[in-house]
């Protein structure tokens, strides 16, 4: 039987961080027990001033759920700094309560892990291994762990089953392995971030899993705002990644084509934060080679850039950009939701596509009309427009000159007097209909 370690700082940090995120899955009657009942930590000075602002996942509209409160006041901060106690005898009575639960059926799981070794997903996969089945005031969340060998390093199999026998001895079940042959379209990265979602879905479809949790720190979230800041992609990249997302059909290779929701619980914690749970739990973490070698740009990033930034410009970067990435995304979905509103208003059938009414385009500010654009071809065609390719269009609105036919990729632009009309193009670049 694995000892359980104290409840120092950083275990306090990451585990409330998982069970904030856990409760988003649990319906409303339960989250009510869990706010009346904290098992593992009542009384203990972890929950002394703390906030935890409850939601419930709706995979219809996600934007809902993607505001969670990591926000802690001083009194919650000194208290925690104290901590250092073993776990109170209501986690003890949870335990036993865990151990009194029906048995699910083999092979089935709430959430998933995804578990690579590293310091971040192992101090994750342990705080959702003590959280998940207290979930609820004890109605409980059966966790487990999917593995995904690239086969990209020498000994990344000896790598993967390591991860997987450490998930094993934390509790999770299942334990699943999966790997992948990665492609070479879009350069390495991009190609494995894509055979990765893809053995995800799969795993949660496989395994009925509601969410898969993933481990990207608050690190992680200022090194994906500067890159995106570097690259002028926009309030997409500057928004960085959510708390909580659902997979774009390109990711989503689960049979039947379902979606997956994945949770990011780690958003608001340091990565030392991570390196000192595993420490604290007595648990290794495997090193990455890939994360210190400076030929990957986000390498160069968090090993160059940041620390330049840091030293001249004062501490506190990465959280600052955290927050922008926070604010950003929060104006991004307020604007997305009113362009939904508009394009659903503007939009009418036309023959092989649709039209969007001209004075109605340019009645918006351009933001709103940039998106509505970008929405109409999105929906309409599966076809992602680029900022340039959707100025192109919008001048037929706001500079209009007589401009001929824009070609898009598989989609034909044209003014005809107060609408812009798109329409899907065959390959012998033909407008159907």
Known sequence: MTTRPRLTPAIADVRRAVRESLAGLLPDA??????????????????????????????????????????????GADARADAGADLSADALAADALAADAPAADAGAADVLVALSGG????????????EAPRAGGGTGLRAGAVIVDHGLQTGSAEVAERAAAQARELGLDPVLVRRVVVGTGGGPEAAAREARYAALAEAASETGARAVLLGHTLDDQAETVLLGLARGSGTASLSGMAPVSVASSSEATAEGGASVTY?????????????????????????????????????????????????????????????????????AEALDHFAEEQAEELADHAEAGLSLSVKGLASNPAALRQRIIRLAVAAEFGVSLSRAQTLEVARLVTDWRGQGVLHLPGVRVVRQGALIVFSAVEDGGRARG
């Open 30 to 75: 339960a989250v009510a027990a869990a706010d009346s009942v904290s098992p593992d930590v009542v009384g203990s000075p972890e929950v002394v001033g703390s906030s935890v602002r409850r939601f419930v996942i709706n995979a219809e509209d996600v934007g809902a759920a993607l505001m969670t409160n990591r926000r802690i006041d001083e009194a």
């Open 263 to 331: 949770l990011r619980p780690l958003l608001g914690i340091r990565r030392a934060q991570t390196l000192q749970f595993c420490k604290d739990s007595g648990l290794e973490p495997w090193q990455d080679p890939q994360n210190v070698d400076p030929k990957f740009a986000r390498v160069r990033v968090r090993e160059r850039v940041l620390p330049v930034l840091e030293a001249e410009l004062g501490p506190g970067i990465a959280e600052a950009l955290a927050r922008t990435a926070e604010q950003a995304r929060e104006d």
């Open 119 to 130: 310091a971040d997903s192992l101090a994750l996969a342990a705080a959702t291994a003590f």
